[in-house]
């Protein structure tokens, strides 16, 4: 059986990965390089840096895993050289991302008529789209940037039009190098050209926004509105950055309960087909765990949707206490990248908008539809218990 290396503090990782091969925990703060290089599969998480000096020594190495959806923290030109092969978790945290971004945007404008509003969102790939469909569903303007992604069904425009809206949100991956370089993306003239009071949600990459551009802008004028979940250096953030954001907090956007167990059973099914092995068997037993029930959501009319939809949000994501507690735990100490880390650490996983459901046949067609593109189903059962029973959270 193959030796896994595994950082320990990633949810799901020893109750899916033990049929596999022989589980060798590590701690992430006081990493033991000897223990990695004994790996033959290493599963972790962008937290550690996996660059040419680890793979060299790291003889045995063959599959690299890792729970985020980014391969920068990854040397992928030498792993190629190498022949290691490298899985990610792309796509496994798409609804919980965008409960994340949707949270801050209520938690900013839970009183201001929606259809006001112009949201440009930077990258259309599955979250970028994700967040586009529940935005245009609540009324909102959209307008999508994404060079690489002319889809007729979406509204695309240039980067001058992204700067003229309300909200702008950040979807793109960090690429340093190349024709697709995202590396400070957002720039100095980007952010200069900005109207006061433009709200940037960034849930990407800190990279992709040049922070020292946007600190500078910030000293001088302090007039737009930030709600960031990533960070330039993380794990060792500049302080000062978070002293500007309404909302702060540790790189947790995607870190809902479903989403990183769905992470973990996709690299599972990566890694078992790598080595050919049929992942039902290794299940097997297991699967039962996995397999838990929907709860039922709007069992009465609300007196005002919006202001439903709105609690549910802060339900699942907590936004405003996140950022309360971490802004709060940088005040007090002076190491960022300790706080940081703890901060993410000892987060909690929390529910999705999609973990739910309802029954309610008192909502108009129009409140279905939007909690549809939220990804909560209604659905139209004769007995409650029957719906109980029935629907259950994909293995």
Same mark, same amino acid.
């Given at each position: 059986?193959p030796?896994?290396?595994?950082?320990?503090e990633?949810?799901?990782?020893?109750?899916?990965?033990?049929k596999?091969?022989?589980m060798?925990?590590?701690?992430?703060?006081?990493?033991?390089?000897?223990?990695?290089?004994?790996?033959?599969?290493l599963?972790?998480?962008?937290?550690?840096?996996?660059? $040419? %000096?680890?793979?060299? /020594?790291?003889? !045995?190495?063959?599959? #690299?895993?890792?729970?985020s959806?980014?391969?920068? *923290? =990854?040397?992928?030109?030498?792993?190629d050289?190498?022949?290691?092969?490298?899985?990610?978790?792309k796509?496994?945290?798409?609804q919980?991302v965008?409960?994340?971004?949707?949270?801050?945007?209520?938690?900013?404008?839970?009183?201001?008529?929606?259809?006001e509003?112009?949201?440009?969102?930077?990258?259309?790939?599955?979250?970028g789209?994700?967040?586009?469909?529940?935005?245009?569903?609540?009324?909102?303007?959209?307008?999508?940037?994404?060079?690489?992604? $002319? %889809?007729?069904?979406? /509204?695309?425009? !240039?980067i001058?039009? #992204?700067?003229?809206?309300?909200?702008?949100?950040? *979807? =793109?991956?960090?690429i340093?190098?190349?024709?697709?370089?995202?590396y400070?993306?957002?720039?100095?003239?980007?952010?200069?050209?900005?109207?006061?009071?433009?709200?940037?949600?960034?849930?990407?990459?800190?990279?992709?926004?040049?922070?020292?551009?946007?600190?500078?802008?910030?000293r001088?004028?302090?007039?737009?509105?930030l709600?960031?979940?990533?960070?330039?250096?993380?794990p060792?953030?500049?302080?000062?950055?978070?002293?500007?954001?309404?909302?702060?907090?540790?790189?947790?956007?995607?870190?809902?309960?479903?989403?990183?167990k769905?992470?973990?059973?996709?690299?599972?099914?990566?890694?078992s087909?790598y080595?050919?092995?049929?992942?039902?068997?290794?299940?097997?037993?297991?699967?039962?765990?996995?397999?838990?029930?929907?709860?039922?959501?709007?069992?009465?009319?609300?007196?005002?949707?919006?202001?439903?939809?709105?609690?549910?949000?802060?339900?699942?994501?907590?936004?405003?206490?996140?950022s309360?507690?971490?802004?709060?735990?940088?005040?007090?100490?002076?190491?960022?990248?300790?706080?940081?880390?703890?901060?993410?650490?000892?987060?909690?996983?929390?529910?999705q908008?999609?973990?739910?459901?309802?029954?309610?046949?008192?909502?108009?067609?129009?409140?279905?539809?939007?909690?549809?593109?939220f990804?909560?189903?209604?659905?139209?059962?004769?007995?409650?218990?029957?719906?109980?029973?029935?629907?259950?959270?994909?293995l």
């Amino acid at each position: 059986m193959p030796i896994i290396v595994y950082d320990k503090e990633i949810p799901f990782s020893y109750e899916i990965f033990s049929k596999l091969g022989k589980m060798v925990p590590i701690d992430t703060d006081n990493v033991d390089w000897d223990i990695i290089n004994s790996a033959e599969i290493l599963l972790i998480r962008s937290n550690i840096k996996i660059d $040419s %000096k680890l793979i060299a /020594n790291a003889e !045995k190495l063959k599959v #690299i895993c890792t729970a985020s959806a980014g391969v920068e *923290h =990854i040397d992928t030109v030498y792993a190629d050289q190498r022949g290691i092969t490298i899985f990610n978790a792309k796509g496994s945290n798409v609804q919980a991302v965008a409960d994340y971004v949707l949270a801050a945007f209520f938690a900013m404008f839970k009183r201001v008529p929606f259809m006001e509003k112009r949201v440009g969102i930077i990258g259309l790939g599955m979250i970028g789209q994700e967040v586009y469909r529940r935005f245009t569903s609540l009324g909102c303007y959209c307008v999508g940037y994404d060079p690489f992604n $002319s %889809k007729q069904s979406f /509204n695309i425009g !240039k980067i001058d039009d #992204i700067l003229s809206c309300d909200v702008i949100t950040f *979807h =793109i991956p960090l690429i340093k190098e190349g024709l697709q370089k995202t590396y400070h993306f957002f720039s100095k003239r980007e952010i200069s050209a900005l109207r006061p009071g433009t709200f940037l949600i960034n849930t990407s990459r800190g990279e992709v926004i040049d922070e020292d551009a946007l600190l500078s802008h910030m000293r001088k004028k302090n007039n737009l509105k930030l709600a960031f979940d990533v960070w330039n250096g993380e794990p060792n953030i500049n302080k000062e950055m978070t002293t500007y954001c309404e909302l702060a907090t540790p790189h947790i956007a995607g870190w809902s309960e479903t989403a990183r167990k769905d992470a973990m059973i996709m690299l599972f099914e990566k890694a078992s087909s790598y080595y050919n092995l049929n992942k039902l068997n290794f299940f097997r037993g297991q699967s039962n765990k996995f397999q838990e029930k929907k709860q039922e959501i709007l069992t009465h009319y609300p007196p005002d949707f919006m202001d439903l939809l709105s609690t549910m949000l802060e339900k699942c994501v907590d936004i405003k206490t996140h950022s309360y507690n971490f802004k709060l735990a940088l005040n007090s100490q002076k190491n960022a990248m300790t706080v940081f880390n703890a901060s993410r650490s000892a987060y909690r996983s929390r529910a999705q908008l999609s973990d739910f459901f309802t029954s309610n046949n008192e909502l108009s067609y129009k409140e279905r539809k939007i909690l549809k593109n939220f990804g909560i189903p209604f659905i139209q059962l004769s007995s409650r218990q029957k719906l109980i029973s029935e629907i259950k959270c994909k293995l």
